[in-house]
């Protein structure tokens, strides 16, 4: 027979876990679904451990840049306290236990494995079967996209977890992906002392960025000897035992003692059950609406929605959901101004639109771009002063439709940038505003005065 409760969320990382937390402290009777660690990938294998792993290569590389600035330093790489660091954090500040507890002390249920729909309002949970009145939150998150290359589903390869879980750096490592998640891996193992070869398949590195990203990651890189190949696509892998090997188009093949997939991820929607529901489980991502109701009594939230696979659309969206089940009111999702971080050293931060994307949509276009070693505080900075800030106007209406903040604080000064485009501040009051000086953020006037007339 089955258990009655209001609402089911069945997959408990940062959104669903956001969601459930809401509806419970509303008075909700709420039954949380979870076949692996309650708070999902972003505690555990991504987010968390990625920049702590970051924030140690950053340290070894701002020590190593001192010869540059005030004399002579060397750094050995060790990578054994931020492995020791990352596992032992991970598991004290973000442990699975007190998560649940922390929830079901606030009058939750909490159920471990696998949920999918049986039919509208109806879960089944290995055996156990739940009936919601209100409804169901799909909130099941992503999975890495291994792509169709010959020969890689049968070696040992990488994900971003096992990346992270190492204790010590391999002697090589070859890199299948220039996005975010590559990017970011690549730079922290070269800082510790590890051969990357980094492998993308497009003709530039960050390729979901302005081109301006992909070409001065590619120089940081290389000058941290990355051996960095674009437009290099791969059409072969095998494991030799001692190494990994990538048969490239071009007829090279390049080797390495470890082989980490970063090519993106895909929304986890197999095995939900979504056909009960008159919903297509062979979709890409699950589609929902501006208050994410996939269908009467469904609603979906984070990565499977195909959104934007960022922690903070996540918990944006499951806002939304909580408030719409609650009956609140608040506006619908609004992704005009979805921002980006890639925590490089230079950090990217994008929001919006790129400028090509802007040009897609038919708009009227003016850009302008900033250098930022070329600003006061570049200058001062020296080295490690590597950036930019790029601008992207809708003309025809004045205001900012897209920008990015890359440098050594980019994601912190994409701040002010987010709030003008999506509050749609009038670019010529951004171009009379005072901006503090001597502050990386000034660039953003340089940017603006970089911009066409007309």
């Known amino acids: 027979m089955a258990q009655d409760t209001d609402v089911v969320v069945i997959g408990m990382g940062?959104?669903?876990?956001?969601?459930?937390?809401?509806?419970?402290?509303?008075?909700?009777?709420?039954?949380?679904?979870?076949?692996?660690?309650?708070?999902?990938?972003?505690?555990?294998?991504?987010?968390?451990?990625?920049?702590?792993?970051?924030?140690?290569?950053?340290?070894?590389?701002?020590?190593?840049?001192?010869?540059?600035?005030?004399?002579?330093?060397?750094?050995?790489?060790?990578?054994?306290?931020?492995?020791?660091?990352?596992?032992?954090?991970?598991?004290?500040?973000?442990?699975?236990?007190?998560?649940?507890?922390?929830?079901?002390?606030?009058?939750?249920?909490?159920?471990?494995?696998?949920?999918?729909?049986?039919?509208?309002?109806?879960?089944?949970?290995?055996?156990?079967?739940?009936?919601?009145?209100?409804?169901?939150?799909?909130?099941?998150?992503?999975?890495p996209q291994v792509p169709p290359v010959p020969g890689l589903a049968d070696v040992p390869f990488w994900t971003n977890r096992d990346a992270v879980s190492v204790k010590e750096p391999p002697a090589s490592l070859l890199v299948l992906g220039g996005g975010a998640v590559g990017l970011e891996l690549a730079q922290v193992f070269a800082r510790f002392g590890t051969r990357v070869t980094l492998v993308e398949a497009v003709q530039r590195l960050a390729p979901a960025e302005e081109p301006e990203v992909g070409d001065l990651l590619a120089d940081v890189l290389r000058?941290?000897?990355?051996?960095?190949?674009?437009?290099?696509?791969?059409?072969?892998?095998?494991?030799?035992?001692?190494?990994?090997?990538?048969?490239?188009?071009?007829?090279?093949?390049?080797?390495?003692?470890?082989?980490?997939?970063?090519?993106?991820?895909?929304?986890?929607?197999?095995?939900?059950?979504?056909?009960?529901?008159?919903?297509?489980?062979?979709?890409?991502?699950?589609?929902?609406?501006?208050?994410?109701?996939?269908?009467?009594?469904?609603?979906?939230?984070?990565?499977?929605?195909?959104?934007?696979?960022?922690?903070?659309?996540?918990?944006?969206q499951g806002e939304i959901a909580a408030r719409d089940i609650l009956g609140e009111g608040g506006p619908d999702a609004d992704y005009r101004a979805?921002?980006?971080?890639?925590?490089?050293?230079?950090?990217?931060?994008?929001?919006?639109?790129?400028?090509?994307?802007?040009?897609?949509?038919?708009?009227?276009?003016?850009?302008g771009v900033a250098q930022l070693l070329s600003s006061t505080r570049g200058w001062i900075h020296k080295a490690g002063n590597q950036g930019l800030i790029k601008l992207v106007e809708d003309a025809d209406r004045g205001v900012l439709v897209g920008a990015t903040s890359v440098g050594p604080a980019g994601g912190e000064v994409l701040y002010g940038l987010a709030v003008a485009v999506q509050a749609e501040v009038p670019v010529d009051g951004l171009r009379h505003?005072?901006?503090?000086?001597?502050?990386?953020?000034?660039?953003?006037?340089?940017a603006l005065n970089a911009m066409p007339n007309g």
């Open 14 to 143: 940062v959104g669903g876990e956001h969601v459930a937390g809401r509806l419970t402290d509303a008075g909700l009777d709420v039954v949380a679904v979870e076949a692996e660690l309650l708070g999902g990938e972003c505690p555990y294998w991504a987010c968390i451990p990625s920049k702590m792993m970051i924030r140690g290569g950053n340290l070894l590389a701002e020590t190593r840049r001192v010869p540059g600035m005030a004399g002579q330093a060397t750094v050995a790489p060790d990578f054994g306290p931020v492995a020791a660091r990352i596992r032992d954090e991970a598991t004290t500040d973000w442990d699975d236990q007190i998560a649940v507890d922390r929830f079901t002390d606030k009058g939750g249920t909490f159920v471990r494995g696998h949920g999918r729909l049986t039919g509208p309002g109806r879960v089944e949970v290995d055996g156990q079967e739940f009936a919601a009145r209100r409804g169901v939150v799909l909130a099941t998150g992503s999975a």
């Open 223 to 316: 000058a941290e000897g990355v051996t960095v190949r674009t437009g290099a696509t791969a059409t072969g892998a095998r494991h030799s035992g001692a190494a990994f090997h990538l048969s490239l188009e071009d007829g090279e093949e390049v080797s390495g003692q470890r082989l980490l997939v970063a090519t993106g991820r895909r929304p986890r929607l197999k095995g939900l059950g979504l056909e009960t529901v008159g919903l297509d489980p062979d979709a890409r991502a699950l589609d929902v609406d501006g208050r994410q109701r996939a269908a009467p009594g469904v609603w979906g939230v984070g990565d499977l929605t195909g959104r934007g696979l960022f922690t903070h659309v996540a918990m944006y």
């Open 338 to 367: 979805l921002p980006r971080a890639t925590f490089t050293d230079p950090e990217v931060g994008s929001v919006g639109l790129t400028e090509h994307q802007a040009r897609e949509q038919g708009l009227r276009v003016r850009a």
């Open 433 to 446: 505003m005072m901006y503090a000086y001597p502050t990386f953020h000034r660039a953003v006037e340089d």
